[in-house]
């Protein structure tokens, strides 16, 4: 089974800086894909960036970049200059294949980032 | 289009009371899940339809009753719940296919639902 770690239960930066969410997991599947949401207290989860197992290059989305290390098994989350905005609670997921072609998420336990002024 | 639309946003209801949620998406999306979000909790999956038809269920207990009646809606039907019952529930759609390529879910705002 898929494994998710964020170590992480909450993180505080301040406005314009840099910050990196740590993500680790644990799969024996050769192919996987990783995915980072972001969620807001509203509730909504909102898709920020993607990384499958065999992509060359680390993802980047504007100020999101992913510091992939497949060796280590890790996927942090790099967000470039904070904004206020940026404050959430922030999941790293797996795609985890449920037989055909059905597939979940398999969640972290996430990360609440807090952005300062 | 790259929403997916629940309602109510919030409800309210006694244990006796019988009560759907509605999500629905114009993407073309052709898989659609119910996830249980405990509060300070990880998305839990609750179902999977594929083709509009069940193709996952996690288990859920026979009080929580998901229906696709179209490829755009996903319901979730709800009677006898119990007060732990009580979560925000997200719905997601996504193309269908698990493989190497990038297919992410798109999520709904949710339903916060407080069981009385």
């Known amino acids: 089974a898929q494994k998710i770690t964020q170590t992480q239960p909450g993180m505080f930066v301040q406005e314009k800086e840099a910050v990196t969410l740590d993500c680790t997991y644990d799969?024996?599947?050769?192919?996987?894909?990783l995915f980072w949401y972001k969620q807001p207290s509203s509730g909504e989860m909102i898709f920020l960036i993607y990384?499958?197992?065999?992509?060359?290059q680390n993802a980047t989305e504007g100020r999101y970049s992913l510091n992939f290390q497949k060796a280590r098994k890790s996927a942090n989350l790099v967000i470039s200059a904070s904004q206020l905005g940026d404050s959430a609670m922030y999941f790293c997921?797996?795609?985890?294949?449920?037989?055909?072609?059905?597939?979940?998420?398999?969640f972290g336990k996430g990360t609440l980032l807090t952005v300062n002024p | 289009d790259t929403e997916v639309t629940q309602t109510p946003k919030h409800l309210v209801m006694g244990m006796t009371n019988k009560k759907s949620l509605k999500c629905e998406q114009h993407?073309?999306?052709?898989?659609m899940y119910w996830y249980k979000q405990k509060a300070k909790k990880p998305p839990e999956l609750m179902f999977v339809?594929?083709?509009?038809?069940?193709?996952i269920n996690e288990s859920v207990p026979s009080r929580f009753s998901p229906e696709c009646p179209n490829s755009s809606l996903l319901n979730l039907h709800l009677h006898a719940l119990q007060p732990e019952d009580s979560a925000l529930y997200l719905c997601?759609?996504?193309?269908?296919?698990?493989?190497?390529?990038?297919?992410?879910?798109?999520f709904g705002p949710g339903t916060r639902l407080t069981v009385l």
């Open positions: 799969t024996s599947d050769p192919s996987y894909g």
């Open positions: 993407m073309g999306h052709r898989a």
């Open positions: 339809y594929s083709y509009e038809k069940l193709s």
């Open positions: 997601a759609s996504s193309q269908v296919g698990a493989g190497v390529g990038y297919n992410e879910q798109f």
């Open positions: 990384q499958g197992s065999y992509d060359q």
């Open positions: 997921a797996m795609r985890d294949l449920l037989g055909g072609s059905n597939y979940k998420l398999t």
